[in-house]
């Protein structure tokens, strides 16, 4: 049964990186460093970092705006907010929803506002996941070593965890030479393949049976696909996009 999550889903918003607030310069400006220009002329968008589950309900962490008002913002207007500390540093707490959700980041100070180029996507008992154009999809659940696959059908994405700076054997459709990928210092690491139907995926010892691109049904919407589930999207371009979120 597909799930319908926001029929008005606004993605080309998500677009804006940096929002230039409107002053007007001197004849001879002054010399101004980096910090300054964020602290005073630029309004930098928050990015999640980590969730974490606390007594029902989910903390989001990460880094922003110092002194800037970081919210998340539903597409029926309800927000969660909290305001970055001197570093940039924030936590925004919310109860759990019981149902599915997204939430849009964005930094507030005064006048100005910069959304995030990221959605988060909650999914009742299941995956929470960072969606964003232009990036490989990002699991803040603790879910397995294969995060996500993503796909444009002209290719697939596949993107997880291990332990940081250690070597991932990625294997597809039989391989028998599996790809060496070697996972960043924060322990995520990425591939870039053709786009393919459903296949299998090894992992080390692990496999996946990834189920390939659903029909477009269009809209933003989450079905549960093979052991996981499948989000349909739309790029800022309006290309359509296929996100697998594994559970197991």
């Known amino acids: 049964?597909?799930?319908?999550?926001?029929?008005?889903?606004r993605m080309a918003a998500l677009m804006m990186g940096l929002v230039l607030t409107s002053c007007s310069a001197p004849t001879e400006a002054p010399e101004r460093t980096p910090a300054a220009e964020s602290s005073h002329d630029w309004v930098v968008p928050?990015?999640?970092?980590?969730?974490?589950?606390?007594?029902?309900?989910?903390?989001?962490?990460?880094?922003?705006q110092p002194g800037g008002r970081v919210v998340l913002r539903t597409d029926t207007g309800a927000a969660f907010a909290a305001v970055a500390n001197a570093d940039?540093?924030?936590?925004?707490?919310?109860?759990?929803?019981?149902?599915?959700?997204i939430l849009h980041p964005e930094?507030?100070?005064?006048?100005?506002?910069?959304?995030?180029?990221?959605t988060i996507l909650i999914l009742a008992g299941g995956?929470?996941?960072?969606?964003?154009?232009?990036?490989?999809?990002?699991?803040?659940?603790?879910?397995?070593?294969?995060?996500?696959?993503d796909s444009d059908g002209r290719v697939m994405v596949l993107s997880g965890r291990a332990a940081p700076e250690t070597t991932v054997a990625v294997a597809v459709s039989g391989q028998d030479v599996p790809m060496k990928v070697v996972a960043d210092g924060n322990g995520n690491w990425m591939t870039v393949l053709p786009a393919t139907g459903g296949v299998p995926i090894r992992l080390g010892d692990e496999s996946?049976?990834?189920?390939?691109?659903p029909a477009d049904t269009g809209g933003f919407q989450v079905m549960p696909a093979g052991e996981g589930w499948t989000v349909q999207w739309s790029a800022p371009d309006s290309a359509r996009q296929t996100t697998w979120l594994p559970t197991t």
């Open 46 to 64: 928050p990015r999640v970092e980590t969730v974490r589950a606390d007594a029902g309900s989910l903390v989001f962490a990460g880094q922003g």
């Open 127 to 149: 995956p929470i996941a960072l969606l964003s154009p232009g990036i490989p999809s990002r699991r803040l659940d603790a879910g397995p070593s294969l995060g996500a696959v």
């Open 208 to 213: 996946y049976a990834y189920p390939g691109r």
């Open 88 to 101: 940039g540093r924030f936590e925004i707490r919310m109860v759990r929803p019981t149902g599915d959700l």
């Open 1 to 9: 049964m597909i799930r319908s999550i926001a029929s008005d889903y």
């Open 107 to 118: 930094t507030q100070r005064g006048q100005d506002a910069a959304p995030s180029p990221e």
